[in-house]
Structures are given as C-alpha cells and as structure tokens.
C-alpha cells in the first residue's frame, strides 16, 4: 500500500498564503506525477497543478501566476505553495501520486485523505 499525508491546509484571509505538503510512503519503487487537486462544496474535483519527476508542471488556469507546485523525489514528497489566495480558493485539497510499487512493480495511484483550505474575505 502506498499512503499520502497531508498538511499545511488552514484560514487565511484573502491575499494571504498558505503552504501544503504532501508525503507519500510505503512500498514505493517509483513516483511518476504527484499532483493537488480541490473539491467546492456541491462542485467536482479539480485539477490543480500537477508535476513528473522529471520536473515538468501543468497547472489549472485559474492559479496560474499564484500557486507553485514543487517536489522532493528524495523523499517522496510534494508541496503547493500558495500566493494571492482568494475566497474563490476555498475548497478540500487533496494530494494524488501514480507510481510503480516495488512489490513486483505494480502500478498505483493513491489519494490523501485531503486537506480543507479556507480563503476569507
């Protein structure tokens, strides 16, 4: 199994910032892509940013500019640090990797338990 903690979520009035980590652990060979993602209330989940291990990033238009997702490969973690928030940013972050396990190389994809963001106005 491969699990993902959270951490770094709280209340922040708009214009503020915020930092979330995410570590990954268990029987892991190789994380490809960790990603955030974020849920509104009564909307779906949504990507984020993404990013490989290689470095390469993709990130939702509407944080463009203002959130920045980075990773440590060493120890299997991914951060999202956040800028400028704004109210519209309130949501459940939840962190994503998709790998391979070292038990016979398997592949999974593994999700956090989530991480609640609230912007103020």
């Known amino acids: 199994q491969v699990q993902l903690v959270e951490s770094g979520g709280g209340l922040v009035q708009a214009g503020g910032s915020l930092r979330l980590s995410c570590a990954a652990s268990?029987?892991?060979?190789?994380?490809?892509?960790m990603g955030w993602y974020r849920q509104a209330p009564g909307k779906q989940r949504e990507l984020v940013a993404v990013?490989?291990?290689?470095?390469?990033?993709n990130y939702a238009d509407s944080v463009k500019g203002r959130f920045t997702i980075s990773r440590d490969n060493a120890n299997n973690t991914v951060y999202l640090q956040m800028n400028s928030l704004k109210p519209e940013d309130t949501a459940v972050y939840y962190c994503?990797?998709?790998?391979?396990?070292?038990?016979?190389?398997?592949?999974?994809?593994?999700w956090g338990q989530g991480t609640q963001v609230t912007v103020s106005s």
């Open positions: 994503n990797a998709e790998g391979y396990r070292r038990s016979l190389y398997t592949p999974f994809g593994s």
């Open positions: 268990g029987s892991i060979f190789r994380i490809n892509t």
């Open positions: 990013i490989t291990s290689g470095g390469s990033t």
